[in-house]
């Protein structure tokens, strides 16, 4: 399978962007769909899980501010993130997973996209 995210840029803070993550096979079928981050010098933190009952789960550093979303018939997961902070720089990777007893494990990496927030 293949992860194509896009929709990264440079957004001012308080600005908005969406990320888009177009799957090469059906997503209708994968328990949980996700998206993590990675800023420079630290560790890659999961940002938004979406699963196929459609629930979700969010970091607390995100949450009011992110919000996660999958279309099956699109193959397509959907990061809409408002309010954005400088914290919030890092590259942005999907991922496609398990949801299982309150835990993610990550199963299949796309590749990440840029989003620096900045004045």
């Known amino acids: 399978v293949q992860l194509q995210a896009s929709g990264g840029g440079l957004v001012q803070p308080g600005g908005s962007l969406t990320l888009s993550c177009a799957a090469s096979?059906?997503?209708?079928?994968?328990?949980?769909m996700s998206w993590y981050r990675q800023a420079p010098g630290k560790q890659r933190e999961l940002v938004a899980v979406?699963?196929?009952?459609?629930?979700?789960n969010y970091a607390d550093s995100v949450k009011g501010r992110f919000t996660i979303s999958r279309d099956n018939a699109k193959n397509t997961v959907y990061l809409q993130m408002n309010s954005l902070k400088p914290e919030d720089t890092a590259v942005y990777y999907c991922?496609?997973?398990?949801?299982?007893?309150?835990?993610?494990?990550?199963?299949?990496w796309g590749q990440g996209t840029q989003v620096t927030v900045s004045s």
């Open positions: 991922n496609e997973g398990v949801y299982y007893s309150g835990t993610y494990y990550p199963g299949y």
């Open positions: 979406a699963t196929l009952g459609g629930s979700t």
């Open positions: 096979r059906t997503i209708s079928t994968i328990n949980a």
